[in-house]
């Protein structure tokens, strides 16, 4: 798995070892931190490698999980040529071991393939309204030209690739410095500070508890070859930013208040995944609500340490 000590990565090597596989987990903790996966060293089936995937790799794997990319728009477009090169760079290298060793392979791509809809809800069949030259071109551009290389080694070389689009993602483990709307809500809020909602708040997003995506993951790595992908992976359940604001102060506590700031280049003003694909290929959909997803995710950043 690349980037196995992120975030989503992280719950999925847990996941993974909990059925009986042996994970090799490959990161550059670029973005990620080694706390993510401290509690796995001791299994004998889990090994840690540090490696940047730019650059070749060469293992024995059957399967590969190419997650690797920083996801949130802070830790992207801190170094955009490298956050392109992650993506195009290290999916040419990974599609290069799978085609070495006949592994099946699966990238992590974004529902900002989609860029700034204009089709709502997104479903696959959609290309996108990307803006090629802008602040998210890194990560948006990165991710469409690496979906283009895993169909592209599909039709020469008949590969085994699956491509899922995930959408906004949360649970324990996000990176309280990330800058995603949830983390930073989460932390405004546990350190009684005001909750920083960019704009008029009435963009939309749609957010999927990271066991549930987990769960997706791992049904379409163990589709039939004959299944590709794209297929979308999120929680329908869309709502504003400044709905968001008000369910984690409820959860929180404490009566906290709204600060607007500015709205980033380029922000998507909606967000809702058709998971009709997911639901009939995969029989997945996601389970956990909202609102137990967000009270785990509380209590992992009140109860972990993570904010010092
Ligand atoms: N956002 C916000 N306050 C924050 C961080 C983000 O209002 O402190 C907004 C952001 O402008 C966007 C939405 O929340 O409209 C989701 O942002 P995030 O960075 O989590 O993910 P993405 O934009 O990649 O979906």
Known sequence: MTGGAGFIGS??????????????????F???????????LSNPRFELMRHDITF???????????????????FYQRDPVQTTKTSVIGSINMLGLAKRVGAKILLSSTSEVYGDPTVHPQDESYW???????????????????????????????????????????GPRMQPDDGRVVSNFIVQALQGRDLTVYGDGTQTRSF????????????????????????????????????LATRVTDLVGGGRKVRHEPLPA???????????????????EPKVHLDVGLARTVEWFRDSGVLG
């Not at 909990?18 to 490959?26: M, P, Q, S």
């Not at 670029?30 to 796995?40: D, E, F, K, P, V």
Request: proline share 6%.
């Open 11 to 28: 719950h999925l090597c847990e996941r993974l070892l909990d059925e009986g596989a042996e994970v090799l987990c490959v990161d550059n």
């Open 128 to 170: 996108g309204n990307v803006n090629p030259i802008g602040v998210r071109s890194c990560y948006d551009e990165g991710k469409r030209c690496a979906e283009t290389l895993f169909f592209d080694y599909r039709r020469q070389h008949d590969m085994p690739i699956k491509v899922v689009r995930i959408f906004n993602t949360y």
């Open 30 to 40: 670029y973005s990620s931190t080694r706390r993510n996966i401290h509690h796995l």
């Open 56 to 74: 070749p790799l060469y293992v024995e794997v059957d399967e590969i999980y190419n997650l690797a990319c920083p996801a949130s728009p802070v």
């Open 208 to 243: 999927c508890y990271v066991d549930d995506l987990v769960e997706g993951l791992i049904r379409m790595m163990a589709t039939e070859h004959e299944v590709t992908g794209p297929i979308n992976l999120g929680n329908p359940n869309e709502m504003s930013m400044l709905e």
């Open 266 to 284: 380029d922000d998507p003003k909606q967000r809702q995944p058709d998971i009709t694909r997911a639901v009939e290929t995969l029989g997945w």
